[in-house]
Every structure is written in structure tokens, then in C-alpha cells.
């Protein structure tokens, strides 16, 4: 058995994984994943020396044939050969999710704008990924993401940033010992009946050992579907958001349902942070350990846990920098992450304001990998709150308060809401009505983290409601409008 398992996940990984994508314009996974697990252990300056050059590269592509940065550069009288160190990308504004949504046809290589008008002629919806059949000529993918307010950022790539996602996660896998082709189930961002009848979810089920399920809006009965599929199939590697894992394990553990078939090795969380209690709850339930993938869909995968719980950054594929001229998080290099893509995409993203607040730091990691180590990751920019004192408060905090075993015991979810005029409200979804004694032990939490003149109100509720991209947000700012 063992013998036929390692065959299959040979063909699959190493023939058909690479070959398929081949065919769908995404290069050199197979080669970059061989040159990652090798340059990850090369020493620092190594790195940082790629980064240089397929920095400057990059640079010199947008001043060439990216209208955008064309104009910007001018603007500023920048030239790609001022670049003579990292740090000289300083010299460059910061692109925003605005400039994004306002500019994606000037953002994009002149060569490629008659594909685009092809592509934003189509018939099919904004959210859809456009295949490549249409428009051979430049092999191009539209693309979109949904931000929190519901406005999409429409971007194209060639299919080098799937590429180096793909490497990078199989990187990522085999720091955790899981071989290419390994069977992997996947919680995507489709519905169940969608699950049926789908042509492409069964190229990549025989094909890739991918058993694609649904990951948003869940039901039980939708859960009940993916654990008797996952029996069935016995992947060794879940993957998916992190709300639709939390939400897997919590119905196992609720039902008893039997989990002696299901014997993951790895827990793959995106697309959101890894909260503790839920990290928590996975490999509790599930027994094995759990990751976190770091990244946007507009600039891929840029970081990812390893064993030893740093979160390594992909420094082959993505610069990542902070940023805080404002001087919101109190210096030590914490600020908000900006990135920059490094692969050939005729798209590029130059210092792009990811939202979120961290330090980037050479890595320190027991496991001797030399890719820098994100740091201090907080959570979104409006999650933050600063106290008076000038401490932050970041998501993780009102985490670690929740589990509490008093206080978990009595609520089910929460939700921080900081209103504009300063006051905190907590809306509580309660287990059962004894919940006055975790209450006033809230209140006590509370009174030693806040100011005493900061209003704490608690709002009971039935359910809380997921945002418009379906996930579930823990802290909101209103005074942030994020
Ligand atoms: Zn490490």
C-alpha cells in the first residue's frame, strides 16, 4: 500500500501537477520548487542579492512598458539605475488598494491592452477567473479580490504568480515532510452543487490528488458533505480558509463524529490569520500540526509558518518592508507591510500597502533557514487600537481574553467593535444564560487593559454575521472605517 501511495504521489506531483500547468502558462514550478528548497539555507546577503536584481529588473520593465509607473517615475525623476540597494526603493511612493481599483488598465504592460479589453468584455462575472482560451495571444488572467468594503481590485497576471505560489507552496509542505503530489483537500471558494458537476474540480481530483470542496457560507449539511468525502478520499494535507477548517473541526468535535479515517499531517490555513484559539482547536481536533499562509491573491503567497512557528518570508519571490512615516506603531521597524512583486508579471506591484502591521526581521528560527522572519504580525491596520499609554491592542489580545477557559466556557463568539467616539462595544453570542460570572471577569480583564474613563458595552446577540467576503471579522474599528 505504502509503496503504490508513494508512486501515485510521485506521477501526480512530479509528472502531471507540473505538465497540466505547463499547459495553463504556469512555468517552472517544478524547477523553482527544487531551487527554493535550496536557497532558503543559502546565507542572508545571498538573498537579499537576488532580491536587488530581480528588483531592479523589475523596475526597469515598469519604466519601460508600465504606463502607471511610466508617468510616476517622470514625475520624480526616478531612474531603475538609482536603485543601488534595497533600502533605495524607499525613493518610490507606495501604492495603495485605491490606485489599484482606479488604475489596473494603466498598471498593466501596453503590449498586453488589447487582451484586456477582450477579457473585460466578457460575459462572465467580475469574481470569475477568466481562462486563457480567449485571448492565446498573451495568455492572460483576470483576476479579482474582494476587500472588506465589497469594492474589487481587478488585476491581471500571466500566470508566473500562480507559478511561484505553487513552488512556494510546495516549499512550504515539505518542511512539514509532505512530498509533491501528496493528497491535499482543498476548502475553496465554491458551493456544493457547483461540486458536482464541475469538470475542472475532476481534472484536479485524478489528476492533481486535489479534492476541491466548499469553503464559505458552510451549513452542516455542507460539512457532513465534506467529511464523508474526506473519508473517503484520505488526504494527508487539509487546506482552506481559516473560518472553514475552525468550522470542520468544530462540527467534528460537536457531532463525535469518528475521525480514526481522517489522519491529516498538515493543516493549511489562508486568507486570513490564524487566531490562537483556533490553531487551538485544529490540532487538537485533528492532531497534527497546523500552518498559516500569509499573502494576497493581487501579489501571492508572501509568508508562511514553519515548524518552529516563525513565519519565513518567500524572499525569492516578494520584497516585504514596513512602513510607519506617520509613526502609528511607535517605531522598532513595526509598521504596515508593503510589498513588492519580483516575477516577470506584466503587472507588477511596487510597494503595495498590504493593510497589515509587522516587522520583518532576519530570521532567528531554530530551524536554520536563512528567509526572513515576519515578527510582531498584529493583524489588519484598523484592528489595531492604541491605548493612551500607547500600547497596542491588536486582535490577538481580545484572542487570549476569550480563551479564558471561564470566559470560553460561556461565550460562544465575539465580536470588538471600537465606535468612533472612543467607547468599546462587545457583541456576545452566549452558550446559555450563566454567563455573569465570566462577565464581570471580562469586566476585570478590561478594567486593567483600558482606561477607566473608556466606555465597555456588551451586546448580546443571536449570531454574528460574516462580512461580504464570507469571513467572520473578530475586531472591527469604526473610527478606521476599514
Ligand atoms: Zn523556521
Known amino acids: 500500500m505504502k509503496y503504490?501511495?508513494?508512486?501515485?504521489?510521485?506521477?501526480?506531483?512530479?509528472?502531471?501537477?507540473?505538465?497540466?500547468?505547463?499547459?495553463?502558462?504556469?512555468?517552472?514550478?517544478?524547477?523553482?520548487?527544487?531551487?527554493?528548497?535550496?536557497?532558503?539555507?543559502?546565507?542572508?546577503?545571498?538573498?537579499?542579492d537576488v532580491q536587488l536584481k530581480k528588483i531592479i529588473k523589475t523596475l526597469e520593465y515598469a519604466n519601460s512598458r508600465v504606463p502607471y509607473?511610466?508617468?510616476?517615475?517622470?514625475?520624480?525623476?526616478?531612474?531603475?539605475?538609482d536603485i543601488k540597494q534595497l533600502d533605495d526603493i524607499k525613493m518610490l511612493p507606495t501604492l495603495t488598494r485605491q490606485d489599484v481599483i482606479e488604475y489596473y488598465k494603466e498598471m498593466v504592460d501596453t503590449r498586453f491592452q488589447s487582451s484586456i479589453r477582450i477579457a473585460d468584455n466578457s460575459e462572465r462575472g467580475l469574481g470569475e477567473p477568466i481562462s486563457f482560451a480567449g485571448f492565446r495571444k498573451h495568455k492572460l488572467v483576470r483576476n479579482t479580490s474582494s476587500g472588506s468594503t465589497g469594492a474589487p481590485t481587478i488585476f491581471y497576471e500571466n500566470g508566473s504568480i500562480t507559478s511561484s505560489n505553487w513552488a512556494n507552496e510546495m516549499r512550504m509542505r515539505s518542511w512539514y515532510g509532505i512530498n509533491p503530489g501528496a493528497k491535499e483537500m482543498r476548502m475553496a471558494r465554491i458551493s456544493t452543487e457547483f461540486m458536482q458537476k464541475n469538470r475542472t474540480l475532476l481534472m484536479r481530483k485524478y489528476l492533481w490528488n486535489q479534492l476541491i470542496l466548499p469553503g464559505t457560507n458552510l451549513s452542516d449539511t455542507d460539512y457532513e458533505i465534506c467529511y464523508r468525502s474526506v473519508r473517503k478520499f484520505r488526504p494527508k494535507v487539509f487546506w482552506g480558509f481559516t473560518s472553514a477548517l475552525s468550522g470542520f473541526a468544530e462540527y467534528i468535535e460537536n457531532n463525535g463524529k469518528d475521525i480514526s479515517q481522517l489522519r491529516p499531517q498538515l493543516i493549511i490555513t489562508w486568507a486570513a490569520p490564524l487566531y490562537e484559539h483556533e490553531e487551538k482547536k485544529l490540532k487538537s481536533v485533528f492532531g497534527c500540526p497546523v500552518t498559516n499562509i500569509y499573502g494576497?491573491?493581487?501579489?501571492g503567497h508572501i509568508a508562511a509558518i514553519c515548524p518552529q512557528g516563525s513565519f519565513h518570508i518567500n524572499q525569492e519571490s516578494l520584497f516585504v518592508e514596513t512602513d510607519d512615516v506617520n509613526g502609528d506603531y511607535g517605531g522598532n521597524d513595526v509598521g504596515e507591510i508593503l510589498v513588492t512583486t519580483l516575477e516577470n508579471t506584466p503587472m507588477p506591484f511596487i510597494r503595495y500597502r498590504m493593510g497589515d502591521v509587522g516587522r520583518v526581521s532576519s530570521s532567528d528560527c531554530s530551524c536554520g533557514r536563512s528567509l526572513q522572519v515576519m515578527k510582531e504580525f498584529l493583524g489588519r491596520t484598523g484592528e489595531i487600537f492604541i491605548t493612551r499609554d500607547g500600547r497596542m491592542i491588536s486582535p490577538n489580545f481580545w484572542c487570549r481574553t476569550f480563551m479564558n477557559d471561564r470566559i470560553a466556557k460561556a461565550f460562544k463568539r465575539f465580536q470588538v467593535i471600537y465606535r468612533r467616539d472612543g467607547n468599546i462595544c462587545i457583541k456576545l453570542?452566549?452558550?446559555?444564560?450563566?454567563s455573569y460570572e465570566a462577565e464581570s471577569l471580562l469586566k476585570e480583564f478590561l478594567k486593567k487593559n483600558f482606561h477607566s474613563d473608556i466606555k465597555v458595552d456588551f451586546d448580546y446577540v443571536e449570531k454574528i454575521e460574516p462580512r461580504i467576503s464570507g469571513k467572520y471579522q473578530m475586531v472591527i474599528?469604526?473610527?478606521?472605517?476599514n
Open 477 to 481: 474599528n469604526e473610527a478606521k472605517n
Open 429 to 434: 453570542v452566549r452558550k446559555d444564560n450563566n
Open 296 to 299: 494576497a491573491r493581487e501579489v
Open 69 to 81: 509607473y511610466m508617468k510616476i517615475f517622470k514625475e520624480i525623476d526616478f531612474s531603475p539605475k
Open 4 to 48: 503504490f501511495e508513494r508512486i501515485n504521489e510521485y506521477i501526480a506531483g512530479n509528472i502531471l501537477f507540473p505538465l497540466s500547468n505547463y499547459f495553463l502558462n504556469r512555468k517552472n514550478i517544478l524547477s523553482n520548487y527544487r531551487k527554493f528548497i535550496e536557497s532558503e539555507w543559502y546565507p542572508e546577503e545571498w538573498l537579499r
